[in-house]
């Protein structure tokens, strides 16, 4: 039986999910997790789509993405592709990276993007490996956050409108709305 069409149109706004075959690792040190920014970053500019936030972890990635053509296909074809080849290439291995087709949900706007962005920077945070946002290197909070310069692939600014019209105001209202749904944050409340 042939897999379902995925449904692609133009102006569309994806969380897409990948993770590593059997949940392995797809990146193995920072030289991966710099060939795996480049590789997202050149799809991203081949593709034309905007990235509003991702994030980047040792066996999977988050990524939420709007495509004003509908090739979400094709480019993540060529950006797990590529990337797959050049890790196994470099770690001597064979085989699927990925496991399977990636995942993706179609996002409505301005709520819904604003609470995908939080979910996909605390990923990091809820793994136990950081206890802030800030500290994981691999994910488009610092940028967005106003911590780090915005690669040119993240539409950073397009996220942060949903926050505030200042650009100022609008960093301090997202590294709030990130920090209410910490680890920490919540048990506090909870409380």
């Known amino acids: ?12 706004i994806h969380h ?6 059997r949940r392995q690792a797809i990146v ?28 980047l972890m040792h066996n999977y990635f988050h990524l939420l993405i ?16 590529s990337y797959a ?5 470099r770690h001597g291995r064979d085989g699927h990276l990925f496991e399977g087709r990636y995942r993706t949900t179609i996002v409505s706007r301005d709520a819904h993007l604003g609470e995908l962005a939080r979910y996909l920077v605390l990923n990091p945070v809820r793994a136990g490996i950081c206890g802030d946002p800030a500290d994981w290197r691999w994910s ?14 993240l539409a950073a600014d397009a996220l942060l409108s949903i926050f505030a019209a200042d650009a100022t105001i609008a960093r301090e209202h997202y590294r709030e709305f990130v920090a209410e749904g910490t680890p920490a944050r919540l048990a506090t409340a909870g409380a």
């Not at 897409?16 to 075959?21: I, Q, T």
């Open 1 to 12: 039986m042939p897999r379902p069409l995925r449904t692609e149109f133009a102006g569309a």
């Open 16 to 21: 897409v999910r990948a993770r590593g075959n």
């Open 28 to 55: 193995g040190d920072q030289y991966d997790f710099v060939a795996l920014t480049a590789r997202l970053a050149r799809a991203i500019a081949l593709m034309e789509w905007g990235c509003y936030a991702y994030c």
């Open 66 to 81: 709007e495509t004003p053509k509908p090739n979400l296909g094709r480019g993540m074809q060529l950006l797990c592709g």
């Open 85 to 89: 080849q050049g890790f196994n290439h």
């Open 140 to 153: 488009s909070y610092r940028a967005t956050a106003g911590f780090d310069e915005a690669p040119s692939f």
